[in-house]
């Protein structure tokens, strides 16, 4: 039975929640963004069009406990394994949707893949994604309970990572989700919580968050951040 996009996602997170793995999975790449709708409920915010890739964060490997085959409870519905670059990183691939795996790198950090065999696959090793984990929130989705970034860290995450694509497209992409995500927290008036959050970053990340808002003319964002540099 052929299934919409969203509609594959969420039957995604119901077997990874029944298997008893998704309370240990943080989802950190663009479907937060239509996910963040819960967060939003009182003020205008309109998510952005999501793409194929479905990123899962694991924070803690070691704490999970369970061992599921991944790549074999999800086959039903249409995935199958591949591969990305040349180190042999696992992902699970549907015409409509790419799941990957992402460990927090740690220590001198390594290029090779991380194992998760109580999963069946492996993960890639990336730095600074404690970023997104150090303030999260939970929502709740068509009965599930979701782990995500706070708003916050993901949108300035995203003015960050923008300034390091290669692909104009992804760049634009990346900016303009950070930006309306901003724009939605200070409509919900959280401008001292952008604030703090801001405040935790390292003065080289500042400087390409402010680059990125002065390149899309939004004198208000940076007004809001300026006490700090």
Partial sequence: MEKSQYELCI??????????????????????????????????????????????LVPK???????????????????????????????????????????PERGRGTDKPHPLPQLGLNAQTLRFLGFLTDNVIHVKVEGLSLTLPHPANFALHKLIVSQRRKIDEKMIKDSEAGLNILKALVDKGENSLIKQVYKTIPQSWRKKIKTVLRDLKEPSLLELLEYFD
Avoid: A, M, Q
């Fill in 11 to 56: 039957e995604v997170l119901r077997r990874l929640e029944k298997t008893g793995v998704l309370k240990h999975l943080v989802i950190i790449g663009s479907w937060c963004i239509p996910f963040y709708k819960e967060y939003f409920t009182n003020v205008r915010y309109i998510p952005s069009i999501r793409t194929r890739d479905i990123d899962f």
């Fill in 61 to 103: 490997p070691r704490s999970i406990e369970v061992k599921v085959d991944l790549p074999e409870i999800l086959k039903d519905l249409g995935f199958i394994i591949g591969f990305k670059g040349s180190k042999g990183f696992i992902r699970l691939e549907n015409p409509d949707l790419i799941i990957e795996f992402l460990v």
